[in-house]
């Protein structure tokens, strides 16, 4: 439940995630002269400062690390005056001119809300994975991965993510197996070639974890052979999960329709059903789930949200 509207701070723009996707349109609305304000529940930059090095992104051609690349937009928004507030969103009222945002640090009123919220990691959902989490499970490999220096451990994912995560990590351990439910990898076909060229890095194709064994940590992942579903067992000391993000919409329940996946549809503009009510970056419904896609719905996004704001 919102709380009475008469004590909230007004802005003409919230934004809710502090990924690319929201200090983009941060930046864009306090250039185009809106009071913006943003929150954000994690650190600023989302995804990508989990990220060793972003290569793809324009202006960087030897890359850069995704902590530099989220502290350099943060930067560049705030110096146009984007005010930030470190918080979890938990409730939204959109109806009406004004929308309301309640945030575990205050409650806040806007005349327009772009949701920018991303995601969370998405789990494998098998046993051992929540009890020993900490303990050998990890969701990130750059924060975790020093921790297992001459050790092996296991990647389990096919896109870009596990791929990136899996070569970041044959720098510290002995051996890294990338277990993939299918026949070969999603990811882009350079860092799949820089993979294939690993002789650290081996492949374990058409598997499934179905256990992650362990006492006090990891020792080791109960495989299955997704066709014949022939069972095999991996004895590791690590694995790093890289399926995928479960977006960010809890708080959105009953206050806007959602896709099977649980993200929010848009128009080509970032609109959602809702007048006044924009959406971005990996959140929204058939997102890339790149950075530089993401900047530009965060740019669009912005740009729309101005336009409704003066009257277009």
């Known amino acids: 439940m919102l709380k009475k509207t008469s004590s909230l701070a007004d802005y003409q723009v919230i934004i809710i995630g502090g990924g690319p996707a929201g200090l983009t349109a941060g930046l864009y609305t306090c250039r185009s002269r809106l009071k913006t304000l943003l929150i954000e529940r994690g650190l600023l930059g989302g995804q990508i400062t989990e990220a060793d090095k972003v290569e793809n992104y324009p202006g960087f051609p030897e890359g850069i690390s995704g902590i530099d690349l989220g502290e350099r ?98 720098q510290f351990v002995k051996k890294v197996f990338l277990v993939h439910r299918r026949s070969e990898l999603k990811a882009a076909p350079v860092l799949q070639e820089r993979a294939q060229a690993e002789p650290k890095l081996g492949f374990l194709w058409n598997k499934v974890v179905q256990a992650i064994r362990g006492q006090e940590r990891v020792e080791g992942l109960e495989l299955a052979q997704v066709t014949s579903k022939e069972k095999s067992y991996l004895p590791v000391t690590g694995v790093f999960v890289a399926i995928g993000l479960h977006p960010a919409t809890s708080f959105l329940e009953g206050k806007l329709s959602l896709t099977p996946d649980r993200r929010v549809p848009t128009n080509e503009f970032m609109e959602t059903e809702v007048r006044g009510v924009f959406a971005a970056g990996d959140v929204r419904h058939n997102a890339l789930g790149q950075v530089v896609s993401a900047a530009g719905d965060g740019a669009m996004a912005a740009i729309t949200a101005y336009r409704y704001l003066r009257g277009g």
Request: charged share 20%; hydrophobic share 40%; net charge negative.
């Open 73 to 170: 937009m943060a930067e560049q928004a705030r110096h146009f005056g984007l005010e930030v507030l470190s918080g979890e969103v938990t409730a939204v009222d959109l109806a009406g001119e004004w929308k309301g945002v309640d945030a575990t640090v205050g409650s806040y009123r806007g005349r327009s809300v772009i949701i920018a919220s991303g995601g969370s990691h998405r789990k494998l959902g098998v046993v051992g994975e929540t009890e020993l989490l900490g303990r050998g499970v990890s969701y990130c490999a750059t924060c975790d991965g020093p921790l297992f220096r001459d050790q092996e451990v296991a990647v389990v994912g096919g896109g870009d993510t596990a791929v990136a995560d899996a070569l970041y990590l044959t």
